[in-house]
């Protein structure tokens, strides 16, 4: 049998339902040269009876190991797999059927060492799944630096929607971080060794986030902690827009403090906010056009500024204690 141009990695912990539809949505992929392989990272609820439902239908190995976190598990699938190409998603993404005919296309055009691309909600999710959809790629929350045409900075892929060839991952080692910024810690390595590494805006993935915004806030909560310790690695890596939403969560927890004190100023500052969220459900509305999913991009602002603003201060007062 001939090599797959591409090895689609697939990291799972305690997601079988989430596993099969992004499965179902690699079968009916225009384009058929890949390969899936599936790390099972020590689940204690497996998907390996999902995962042979596809075996007549995909090109699938599956592996199940001790539990490392992400980072190690992406690794070890990128030991296993013959591809020319690693491509890595998380589990709770859905793959539109052009999805690596975009990518193959743009591949034959022009040699990358590394690509990535954007993520979106699915008119099929939640209508609170697509305003956390929404709320993580928005510029007013991230400052499009989640894989939009306009972004701050030099552009990393993610996690959730990465490709790297073969040669990238064993110059570069693959991820060093275990979980919590792995996939940016490894985008800043590569950009650090002149690799190219591009967006390509029409590889986008369905993302499904979480279910609740508590789990939402504890996942974004990491993606703060996340970047702090970026901080400590890498230096220069912590920009101004990784410090909003810490400045977010302070003026937040400030407002009833300085109410005690000059209520006028208070309600200005409440005033502010309202304002600002206002137009974050008004910029959802117009690229969506559903009240409800607008709505919803309010309270998962909040959860998304407030969960990382808070990781990522309590890291970083984690790191400072540390050093002295």
């Known amino acids: 049998m001939t090599a797959p141009r591409y090895s689609v990695i697939i990291p799972v ?15 009916s992929q225009s384009y058929k040269n890949f390969e899936v392989v ?57 793959l539109p059927a052009t999805y690596f005919e975009s990518v193959n296309k743009f591949l034959d055009g022009s040699q990358v060492d590394a690509w990535g691309g954007p993520d979106r909600g699915h008119k099929n999710f939640t209508p609170l799944q697509q305003a956390m959809a929404y709320t993580m790629s928005s510029f007013f929350t991230t400052g499009g630096i989640r894989g939009g045409t306009k972004m701050i900075g030099a552009y990393q892929p993610r996690s959730f929607n990465m490709g790297l060839s073969k040669k990238t991952f064993k110059k570069t080692g693959g991820f060093r971080f275990d979980r919590f910024a792995e996939d940016i810690e490894l985008s800043i390595r590569m950009k650090k060794l002149d690799m190219k ?6 590889a986008y993935v369905f993302h499904k986030r979480r279910a609740t915004l508590l789990q939402f806030f504890q996942q974004v909560f990491n993606f703060g902690k996340g970047r702090a310790l970026i901080g400590e690695v890498h230096k220069g890596e912590v920009k101004l827009v990784h410090w909003f939403p810490a400045l977010f969560f302070i003026g937040i927890c400030v407002i009833p403090v300085v109410g005690l004190f000059k209520l006028n100023l208070a309600v200005v500052i409440g005033a502010s906010f309202l304002i600002y969220f206002l137009l974050i459900g008004f910029d959802c509305f117009i690229s969506t056009r559903d009240i409800a999913v607008s709505f919803l991009t309010i309270p998962s602002a909040l959860v998304q500024l407030a969960g990382y603003g808070l990781g990522f201060l309590l890291e970083k007062l984690k790191l400072l204690h540390a050093k002295f």
């Open 38 to 94: 599936v790390i099972e990272d020590g689940s204690s609820i497996d998907c390996r009876s999902v995962v042979e439902k596809y075996q007549e239908k995909l090109r699938i190995d599956y592996f199940f190991k001790a539990n490392s976190g992400p980072g190690p598990s992406r690794n070890f699938g990128f030991e296993k797999a013959i591809g020319d190409y690693l491509v890595v998603f998380d589990s709770d993404c859905i």
């Open 197 to 202: 590494v591009v967006l390509i805006p029409e």
């Open 13 to 27: 912990f305690n997601r079988p339902e989430e596993m099969d539809e992004l499965l179902n949505s690699l079968v």
